[in-house]
């Protein structure tokens, strides 16, 4: 009698320890896929320079310039109010981390300073700043990962530099070197430095934009001129 018992105890015991595992596994299988998901999702985010392609040789094109990218912004920052505010569950917002359960989500900050680039921002700074948030962003919090600190942020402020100096390499060579190291190490220290309510997606764009945007207004007194665009809008055939 007392076998059977121990036997069922065991029995359930192992049941529980197998259940336990199995949760386990589907945790980190979907921390997995949510991890890869914001990844993709981030570098998606490289796709807001298509806006300089845009034509401008027709009216309605000029139109939906204008006013596309704020609409959709204002409907991103919508949905994180309802959600946040309880309206919509955060169960169909997938792969928003855990602080972000009562804050606006980092898609949201990300949208916000794209746009914000976008109109203010000539495209000389705007493009690197944005291709800082949606590529580089994503590089050094792999490398953080597989490596550590100091190689991530090496690896950052290489690749963020890279992108500084294809936007300004049309321009004097003072002004090239100069803007590119600002500009990189802007984003970099934009995506080191952490605040409770401004995401890292926000600062690793207005950051920069701002360091460089200070130096723009100043080229006229320095003597300086203004390097040409690398996006040029295309013309409409009709």
Excluded at 50 to 58: A, G
Excluded at 60 to 80: D, G, R, Y
Excluded at 109 to 117: D, E, K, M
């Amino acid at each position: 009698m007392q076998n059977n018992v121990k036997k069922r105890i065991i029995e359930s015991k192992k049941k529980i320890e197998n259940r336990i595992e199995d949760t386990k596994n589907k945790i980190k299988s979907l921390d997995f896929d949510a991890h890869w998901y914001r990844r993709v999702f981030h570098t998606f985010g490289a796709c807001f320079v298509i806006y300089y392609l845009v034509p401008e040789n027709i009216d309605w094109m000029q139109f939906l310039k204008f006013w596309l990218p704020p609409i959709l912004v204002i409907i991103a920052l919508s949905l994180e109010l309802l959600r946040i505010k309880g309206f919509l569950s955060s169960n169909h917002f997938f792969g928003l981390r855990y602080y972000e359960q009562k804050r606006l989500g980092s898609y949201v900050y990300f949208a916000v300073g794209a746009l914000l680039l976008l109109i203010f921002f000539p495209q000389q700074i705007a493009i690197p700043c944005i291709l800082c948030a949606s590529l580089g962003d994503p590089i050094i919090g792999e490398a953080r990962i597989r490596f550590n600190k100091k190689i991530a942020y090496l690896l950052g402020f290489i690749v963020c530099l890279f992108f500084f100096m294809i936007a300004f390499y049309k321009s004097n060579i003072i002004l090239f070197i100069f803007a590119s190291f600002i500009g990189a190490t802007g984003a970099l220290i934009g995506e080191i430095k952490k605040f409770t309510y401004i995401d890292d997606d926000f600062m690793i764009q207005i950051l920069p934009a701002v360091l460089l945007g200070l130096i723009w207004i100043s080229l006229p007194y320095l003597g300086l001129s203004e390097p040409d665009i690398i996006i040029h809008p295309l013309i409409w055939p009709w």
